[in-house]
């Protein structure tokens, strides 16, 4: 195992999918614009001074809501009405206190319902989806293309149109008010982008390396598990990345599934938190807010590349 | 781009299986299979399964106590005289209509103003994408609650000007333009998709221009756009998809009524109340299965408009 680890990773090759155009690779052009720059002529400085500016100003407009929605849980509860500042002049925790407690269960326990969903629903994309990828990617069997078309097809599937049966079939085995609907069907591969996704990943491995472990003796299980699986764990990570954030964010499943405070997820509470809220209490709903998007950005920030890359290959949102 | 050019090809045969592929095929069926059984378990238990009764069901009445009972086309005839539901397609539609342009525009002018390697790229790039992870939390759209509000954020600031600003979301003809907005604020995924269709153009066709004397727009319109072109398809379908089936915000910002006066009773939302909160799954099925039909129907429409400004290098 360890020679294959020393063989370029295939990292790159997904996103060289798509339609590479020309032969010209934009790399040396790259080398050759940066030459350009450090011979500062005046028009081009004034041009990228303007873009800077443009970014600048945009991106501030775009982030300002959010920055303001941190200090604003800062403040007390009057001051989110008249204040569109974002200066502090003193530090006010109340609103976290406050909040943390609001709903009929601590705060932490919906966090810790999601962790749970978040956790089986990772899990089951990580092991279902590969699978399926593997036999797309890598073997051939009847009504391969058959199946393939479906399951592009489902990707694009409005989730509307299979939620009432869905619904019908779970509360009959008794599965409301359980994490199950939520779960299950990760561990079947319905998630069909990851499918997708791993598909390509494994098309850019090179086939040699399964061949030269089957000549080993190696059968498919072990040429998975041991020669595939350890290549592709940059889509794996993208996978988990995605799972998460959707999963943490997924708020109609929730909606429709969990109807007792008990088992909420954070999603859901937050929307309980909307609802019985009164005028005054805006700051422990910002503050709650933010602890709910805290995971979510701490997985953006350590995550970003996996993120990125993913969607520039797929287009998943 | 990537599904949707696969899924185009899949029609194409490479050609008769040569014998040595013939024995292979024999060989991998059983594994394949083992491999896909989870997946197919799905399918076929989780998709097409439902698929299937729910369209059975949008022929009867069925309230999940009593079992379904067959009405015909009742639920399809309710549906044509049904005002609230003609509403929430005219909602729907205008969000789609004008949200999914104007996020696609913003998304290609950043993506331009960041392509040709500017200095601090990643760090613009991060900030732009942020809001698009954060934009379908019921956390955002919390937030959007409040600076739409009477008092919330936008009109502090346009009081600062002195204008009085009226309450976007309390007012029936701003609500559905406060959603939209939220919308094109997460135009991060597909700019980045924009950025890295931007870096497969070859530079050598703006060399190529330039020796020609081209100036800037002109290069955008005979070079970016038709290069571009693709790419621009590719995130046009998938986000006509996604926003016919989009739900939380307007649910949330609206309090789950669609209101103020079904100004944001988008048709996911009145399916929900149907379905989920009458209990009319009858109905709610028959609504799924049409709106799978006009999200069918826009897609091919896509597609077969795309033969006229889609430019395929190869």
Known sequence: MTELKT?????????????????????????????????????????????????????GVMIYPLLWMVVSSLRPNDLIF???????????????????????????????????????????????????????????????????????????????????PQYILFSQIGWVNTFWPLIVPKLLATDAFFVFLMVQFIRGIPKELDEAARIDGAGHPRIFLQVILPLMVPALATTTIFT?????????????????????TVPVALRAFVDSQSATSWGSLFAMSIVSLLPVFLVFLFGQRFLIKGIATTGIK | MSAISELSSIGRRKGPATPEEKRANRRDNKAA???????????VAITVGPMIMSLYLSFTDYNLLQPPEWVGLDNFTRMLGDARLHNSLRVTFTYVLVGVPMQLAVALLIALVLDKGLRGLPF??????????????????????????????????????????????????????????????????????FLAGLRQIPNMYYEAAEVDGATTLQKFWRITLPMLSPIIFFNLVLQIIGSFQSFTQAFIVSGGNGGPSDSTMFFTLYLYQKGFGQFDMGYASAMAWFLLVIIGAFTAINFIASKYWVFYDD
């Open chain 2, 33 to 43: 299979y083992i491999f896909l059984l989870p997946w197919l378990i799905g399918l």
């Open chain 2, 124 to 193: 613009y790039r991060s900030i732009f994408y942020l809001p698009s992870l954060l934009g379908g939390s019921v956390a955002v759209a919390i937030l959007w609650k409040q600076i739409f509000g009477t008092s919330g954020l936008v009109n502090q600031v346009l009081a600062m000007f002195g204008v009085t600003g009226p309450g976007w979301i309390s007012d029936p003809s701003t609500s559905l333009g406060s959603i939209i907005l939220l919308h094109v604020w997460t135009f991060g995924s597909p700019m980045i998709i």
């Open chain 1, 82 to 164: 008249r204040e569109p500042g974002l200066w502090l002049n003193s530090l006010e925790m109340g609103n976290y206190v406050d909040g943390w407690s609001a709903l009929t269960h601590p705060f932490g326990h919906y966090m810790l319902n999601s962790a749970v969903v978040v956790i089986g629903s990772i899990l089951g994309n990580l092991i279902s989806c590969s699978m399926a990828a593997y036999a797309f990617a890598r073997l051939q069997f009847s009504g391969k293309r058959l199946f393939f078309g479906i399951m592009l097809l489902t990707i694009m599937l409005p989730f509307h149109v299979i939620i009432v």
């Open chain 1, 7 to 59: 063989l370029p990773a295939p990292e790159k090759l997904p996103s060289s999918e798509g339609k590479t155009r020309g032969k010209s690779p934009r790399g040396g052009s790259r080398k050759r614009e940066s030459r350009g720059t450090l011979a500062f002529s005046r028009g081009a400085r004034i041009k990228a001074l303007a873009k800077h500016a443009v970014l600048i100003i945009a991106g």
């Open chain 1, 244 to 264: 998460f954030i959707w999963t943490w964010n997924d708020f109609f499943g929730a909606l429709i599934y969990l109807t007792d405070p008990e088992m909420f």
